[in-house]
């Protein structure tokens, strides 16, 4: 490894070093405070590299000249950044979450949920950020298949953190089958891409497949192995009809893992689906570019319309995740500079309003729609930042939500897909339905009792506030994250 190998894997060596740090500080201090707070100090650290020494290039050279295992551009950086400060905002939920279940007396808190919130916790959220942080920058199809399982693998232990809860344990058994199987085809796709081409670096396959279709041989097995291969991805984005696990896992886990499912991987996921189409799969994209169309708009439409008839919020909310990456899926879709730009600016938006209406959902502490009801009497700061956390959702101006699906259907329509931004126009009136249907539950329904909600920890209210400014922020000015999104896309394209 040379100084400018660590240089370039800086973050993954401050997260991946730094999750041994944390692994020994929580054993000998046993002080989940402690271990948080080490957590922070790391993802800041990350954060600072990329910020103050962002540097690019190939990573760990193949012989033989036959491609990079990892290749760090300004694109990936940009990725990375929105990643790490996602999950910075993702810290805040967890201790709240579980000192309340802790200090529970409730017959619902069993003997592990009064223990939960162990160092442990925190070791495994900076170990599946090392996974992503890795399968942003993967440039070989066996880096991208270990930094998935590393990304994974942390994340079904944290459905599954309240093992004397059956919806936990339930959320994390589903999860980890499902997402294995997911996994399996997912290597069985990448040795059928190397049976056909004889290659696994992305720079390789992109010359034998470029090779191919000039001569139009390409082999029936090279485009199920391809197929396969993306398959991983479209799981870790809940895309139809890759989604059945998540809204039995949603609801099942502890509502902070909850929140951290539904916005690292998608970043993850999203970053390194774009690299994989527009760069070693580019030559096929007559063929990638409509089904990945038809699965946009099944997502979308699968997602708003059962999100009407949830009663659970964390199953709401596990539908509205399916229906936004089928609005992302739009700007992927596009295949352009614009489109990409559009969907790391949606990623930013969606994760960051995401995270928002968790920690609004742990602050009043409800679980279902009728907990909403009467909201706005009993704590109407609570219940203006739910309003405005939904209404971003749904793509209301001037809020930062109808900005990202503007930068997405632009994109393309300006492609020539204009059917599929149809399709997201009319989807997205459909998901107006549930966003609008919560409003009226907690302005205009009577409440169910008059107490007022329990006083919001600081950790959630600094949440709620800094999501509630972004929300508004980047409605007003996109081009805050948006200028960056732009020069980021346009580096591989």
């Known amino acids: 490894m040379t100084h400018l190998d660590i240089l370039l894997t800086a973050p993954l060596l401050i997260t991946g070093l730094g999750s041994l740090v944390l692994l020994m500080l929580g054993a000998f201090t046993n002080s989940a405070r402690a271990t948080g707070i080490g ?56 201790q709240p979450y579980f000192s309340r279940a802790h200090a529970s007396n409730t017959q619902h808190a069993t003997r592990n949920t009064q223990n939960a919130h162990n160092p442990e916790l925190y070791v495994l959220l900076i170990l599946a950020i090392t996974g992503a942080l890795a399968f942003i920058t993967s440039a070989h199809l066996l880096t991208l298949y270990v930094a998935l399982e590393l990304m994974s693998f942390p994340l079904y232990i944290l459905a599954a953190f309240m093992r004397d809860d059956a919806k936990s344990s339930e959320a994390g058994l589903k999860y980890y089958v499902l997402g294995s199987m997911a996994s399996g085809l997912m290597l069985y796709g990448i040795s059928l891409v190397y049976a056909g081409l004889g290659n696994l670096s992305f720079s390789g396959i992109y010359v034998a497949l ?58 993850a996921a999203f970053a390194l689906l774009i690299r994989l189409l527009n760069g070693p799969f580019l030559s096929v994209a007559s063929v990638w570019q409509p089904t990945l169309a038809w699965l946009a708009v099944v997502s979308m439409l699968i997602g708003s319309v059962l999100a009407i008839v949830q009663s659970n919020l964390k199953r709401l909310l596990a539908f509205s995740t399916i229906a936004n990456v089928g609005f992302i899926m739009v700007g992927v879709v596009a295949g352009t500079a614009a489109g990409t730009s559009a969907t790391l600016l949606y990623l930013a938006i969606y994760t960051t309003t995401t995270i928002g209406l968790f920690a609004a ?70 998901a107006l339905f549930y966003s609008l249907w919560l409003i009226k539950v907690m302005y205009f329904d009577a409440p169910t009792t008059n107490t007022p909600t329990p006083a919001i920890p600081s950790a959630l209210q600094i949440t709620l506030l800094i999501c509630s400014a972004a929300t508004v922020l980047l409605g007003i000015l996109p081009t805050l994250i948006g200028n960056y999104t732009l020069a980021a896309a346009t580096a591989i394209f």
């Open 39 to 94: 957590a922070a100090v790391i993802i800041l650290a990350a954060i600072g590299q990329l910020l103050f020494y962002p540097a690019t290039g190939p990573v760990f050279p193949l012989e033989n000249g036959a491609g990079h295992l990892m290749h760090v551009s300004p694109y990936t950086n940009v990725a990375s950044l929105i990643l790490l400060f996602v999950a910075l905002l993702c810290l805040p939920l967890i």
């Open 361 to 430: 959902v742990l602050a009043g502490q409800v679980n279902t729609v009728d907990d909403l009801k009467g909201l706005a009497t009993r704590n109407p700061w609570l219940a203006a930042a739910f309003m405005l956390f939904l209404f971003s959702l749904a793509g209301i101006p001037p809020l930062a939500g109808f900005m990202a699906k503007l930068g997405v259907f632009t994109a393309a329509v300006a492609a020539g897909f204009n059917a599929l931004a149809i399709a997201g126009v009319l989807a997205s009136v459909i």
């Open 210 to 267: 470029n090779t191919a279709a000039s001569t139009g041989t390409i082999a029936p097995v090279v485009l199920i192995g391809i197929s396969l291969t993306l398959v991983g991805s479209l799981f870790k984005l809940s895309v139809a009809p890759f989604h059945m696990w998540t809204p039995d896992v949603y609801e099942g886990a502890p509502t902070p893992v909850t929140a951290i499912m539904g916005a690292l991987p998608k970043i």
